[in-house]
C-alpha cells in the first residue's frame, strides 16, 4: 500500500473540509436516527466555521463499546436477553418481527452456532425452526441426540436480515460482543459452528469445506465446524460429511 507523508495527508484533509465535509467516518457505524434529533435546522447558522476541523465520532456513538458494555453487565442468560433486546444500534432490529435468542437446553454440554433467524425464526422468535432447522433435528436424532436434552442452540445475529441477505461485517462485528457473553453464560463444553458466517464471527476466517470436521480452539472451547444444514439441504452429496462430523461431535460428548 502507497504511504503518504504528513503535509500530502493534511493537504488532502484540508481539501475535504474544503468541500464541506464536516464528520470524521470511523470504522462502526453510526446510528443516524438518534443523530437527526440533534441535527441543526436547515437555516440555522451553521455552529463552526467551514475551515475548522471535523469532530473526531464522540466515544458515546461507538456502538461497539456500547455492545461491550451492555453484554458485560448481563450476569445471567436472561439477562442478557435483555441487554440485546434493549440495544438500539443496529438496523437488523428495525426490520425484525422478533429478537431470536436461543433454543435446546441451557446448560448443555454442547452450543451451536448458526448464523441468522430466517423467515420462520423470526416469526416464532425461536432458531432453527423452518427447513434448515427441521433437518438439524433430524440429524441430531440420528446421533441419538435432541434439542431439548443434548443442546443449545443460538445465531450469530438475532435479528433476520433482510430477504435472507448475508449479514455484514459491520453487523457481524457490533454484536460479536453479545455472542461471546452468550457463549461465556451458557458455559458449553463445546461449540459447534455451522456455515460460515459463524465461522467468519467466531474464528474470524471462511472456507467451511476446508474447516468443517476439524477441530480448533477459540472462546476458551473446543470447536468444530460443520456444514450448515441449509446447505445440505441445496448439497445433499455432502450429508456425508456432515455424518462424519456428527459422529465425531458425538464421540469427543460421550467421552
Ligand atoms: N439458519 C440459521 O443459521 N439459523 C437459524 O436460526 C435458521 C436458519
Request: hydrophobic fraction near 45%; charge should be neutral.
Amino acid at each position: 500500500m502507497q504511504t503518504l507523508d504528513r503535509h500530502t495527508l493534511t493537504a488532502m484533509l484540508e481539501w475535504q473540509i474544503e468541500l464541506g465535509a464536516t464528520e470524521a467516518i470511523g470504522d462502526a457505524p453510526v446510528d443516524r436516527y438518534t443523530l437527526a434529533a440533534s441535527a441543526p435546522k436547515p437555516n440555522a447558522k451553521p455552529l463552526s466555521e467551514p475551515k475548522s476541523a471535523p469532530a473526531p465520532m464522540a466515544l458515546a456513538e461507538d456502538p461497539v463499546a456500547i455492545a461491550k458494555d451492555m453484554a458485560a453487565q448481563a450476569e445471567t442468560l436472561e439477562a442478557l436477553r435483555a441487554q440485546m433486546g434493549a440495544f438500539e444500534h443496529c438496523e437488523l432490529k428495525k426490520g425484525a418481527r422478533n429478537l431470536v435468542f436461543s433454543d435446546g437446553r441451557a446448560g448443555a454440554r454442547v452450543m451451536i452456532i448458526g448464523e441468522a433467524p430466517g423467515r420462520d425464526e423470526d416469526r416464532e422468535g425461536r432458531p432453527f425452526v423452518g427447513r434448515a432447522g427441521q433437518l438439524l433435528d433430524r440429524m441430531l436424532a440420528a446421533a441419538d441426540m435432541s434439542r431439548d436434552r443434548d443442546v443449545y442452540i443460538t445465531n450469530v445475529l438475532p435479528w433476520r436480515p433482510p430477504q435472507n441477505r448475508d449479514p455484514k461485517p459491520e453487523e457481524i462485528g457490533m454484536l460479536k460482543p453479545f455472542l461471546e457473553r452468550h457463549v461465556a453464560l451458557a458455559a458449553p463444553d463445546i461449540l459447534v459452528l455451522m456455515g460460515n458466517i459463524s465461522c467468519q464471527a467466531v474464528l474470524g476466517k471462511r472456507g467451511i469445506t476446508r474447516l468443517r470436521g476439524n477441530w480448533v480452539e477459540a472462546l476458551g472451547k473446543p470447536v468444530l465446524p460443520m456444514f450448515h444444514p441449509a446447505y445440505l439441504l441445496r448439497n445433499p452429496a455432502a450429508k456425508r460429511d456432515a455424518w462424519a462430523d456428527l459422529l465425531e461431535l458425538k464421540v469427543r460428548v460421550t467421552t
